[in-house]
């Protein structure tokens, strides 16, 4: 495993975003989880995990006699 810091920078954390994380601040701290998409937050992304977990939990309706 490599120490060397990915060349394309953080991709947002939120389920299913292949978007490239905002920037740090240029005054300093780490770099945000997030894109710049308004609604890609980490209450959404915990929401959006949420669901997407309950409908693998739920069966198939074509499945079922």
């Known amino acids: ?5 990915d060349p394309r920078g953080k991709i947002c954390i939120y ?6 994380a905002v920037p740090a601040h240029p005054q ?9 998409l308004e ?7 915990h929401q ?3 669901r997407l977990q309950a409908m693998a939990n739920t069966p198939d309706l074509k499945e079922r006699p």
Do not use: K, T, V, Y
Not at 39 to 45: D, G, I, K, P
């Open 1 to 5: 495993m490599s120490d060397r810091p």
């Open 15 to 20: 389920p299913g975003c292949e978007r490239p």
């Open 28 to 36: 300093g701290g780490p770099q945000p989880a997030f894109c710049d």
């Open 39 to 45: 609604e890609h937050n980490a209450l959404r992304a």
């Open 48 to 50: 959006e995990r949420r």
